[in-house]
């Protein structure tokens, strides 16, 4: 185990509605990761916070945001659903010497 | 901007070796392997911070020349363990982690 915890594990959502999946953190890591994996791809990044500030972002639209709290854990928000955002959002976080710490993962299926 | 993963998928039977590779186009400022079971996270293997760095854990070494932008990762005596996806990452400015598409390996008995 990786002490990164994901919520929901699972969700159905349709075209049009928007979505929020959380993401706590290891104890200690200041830096968190968001990345999307379609099936049989690899993960695209989406963006990093650190220290509750956005960090870096990969090509998404903003209709995908975050939040970064005091306590580092994480919000992931899509809204407008697609069918295409169809994946496992990963969320992951990562210490001083760089190594991601990934969680279980948040499959979302858009309808 | 995504790093180039060869090959797509390799099978081994127990005690082979393969090599994955991982190119980027883009100076690097790091290359992280992972490796990902069917239906979990991926887990960390290695980094490679630094240009010509090797590393090693237990049978499985990776390489990373700075200046051809490349890194390979190095499984010996393969076990059925080894199965899963393998993931090249790679950083450019230390915040902007990408993954190649993936390496899919097969050990079988």
């Known amino acids: 185990e990786t002490g990164v915890t994901q919520s929901p594990t699972h969700l159905i959502k349709t075209r049009g509605q928007q979505v929020t999946l959380r993401c706590s953190s290891q104890?200690?890591?200041?830096?968190v990761s968001w990345y999307q994996q379609a099936l049989g791809q690899g993960p695209q990044f989406i963006f990093q916070?650190?220290?509750?500030?956005?960090?870096g972002r990969g090509n998404f639209p903003p209709r995908f945001s975050g939040l970064q709290f005091p306590n580092y854990s994480s919000e992931l928000n899509v809204n407008a659903l697609e069918l295409d955002d169809s994946a496992l959002y990963l969320c992951?976080?990562?210490?001083?010497?760089?190594?991601?710490?990934f969680g279980e993962g948040s499959r979302l299926t858009v309808l | 901007q995504q790093p180039v993963q060869s090959p797509q998928a390799v099978i081994l039977r127990e005690g082979e070796d393969a090599v994955i590779n991982c190119s980027s186009s883009?100076?690097?400022?790091?290359v992280h392997w992972y490796r990902q079971k069917h239906g979990e996270a991926p887990v960390f293997l290695m980094i490679l911070l630094k240009g010509g760095e090797q590393k090693g854990h237990e049978k499985i070494s990776a390489s990373f020349n700075e200046k051809k932008q490349q890194s390979s990762l190095y499984l010996t005596a393969s076990q059925l363990s080894y199965s899963g996806t393998y993931f090249c990452?790679?950083?450019?400015?230390?915040?902007?982690?990408?993954f190649g598409a993936g390496t899919r390996l097969t050990v079988k008995p």
């Open positions: 883009k100076a690097l400022y790091s």
């Open positions: 104890s200690g890591h200041n830096t």
């Open positions: 990452g790679t950083e450019r400015m230390g915040n902007d982690m990408r």
């Open positions: 992951a976080s990562s210490s001083m010497t760089g190594e991601l710490f």
């Open positions: 916070y650190y220290r509750e500030e956005e960090n």
